[in-house]
Nanobody, 124 residues
Framework: QVQLVESGGGLVQAGGSLRLSCAAS????????MGWFRRAPGKEREFLAS????????YYADSVKGRFTISRDNAKNTLYLQMNSLKPEDTAVYYC?????????????????WGQGTQATVSS
């Protein structure tokens, strides 16, 4: 089973950018559909984006469409989330997750492996 470790969070001003990474252990990363989620204080976990096993198909939540970009490098066992035009309401702990389903998926229940999360804070 793959293990996931996020990095790249931090403090940024509104309008700025961050690039999150999710490093996967093991040699099976390319078999998983991957997703990004976040949890803001006092709110439930929110789906952000998903990418299929070979990176040919992506899906975004309306809240981040046009601002965030999900990508993967299977040779490096790494998932990315490029976040641009950040807003204070994007402040949250960001998680990557892996699903054995072969297509993009938005349901939290479909993801069976989760990272520990990385904090991103956007100041106004």
């Amino acid at each position: 089973q793959v293990q996931l470790v996020e990095s790249g969070g931090g403090l940024v001003q509104a309008g700025g950018s961050l690039r999150l990474s999710c490093a996967a252990s093991g040699r099976t990363f390319s078999r998983y559909t991957m997703g990004w989620f976040r949890r803001a204080p006092g709110k439930e976990r929110e789906f952000l984006a998903s990418i299929n096993t070979i990176g040919s198909n992506t899906y975004y939540a309306d809240s981040v469409k046009g601002r965030f970009t999900i990508s993967r490098d299977n040779a490096k066992n790494t998932l990315y989330l490029q976040m641009n035009s950040l807003k204070p309401e994007d402040t949250a702990v960001y998680y990557c997750a892996a699903s054995v389903r072969p297509i993009v998926v938005i349901s939290t229940a479909a993801y069976t492996v989760w990272g520990q999360g990385t904090q991103a804070t956007v100041s106004s």
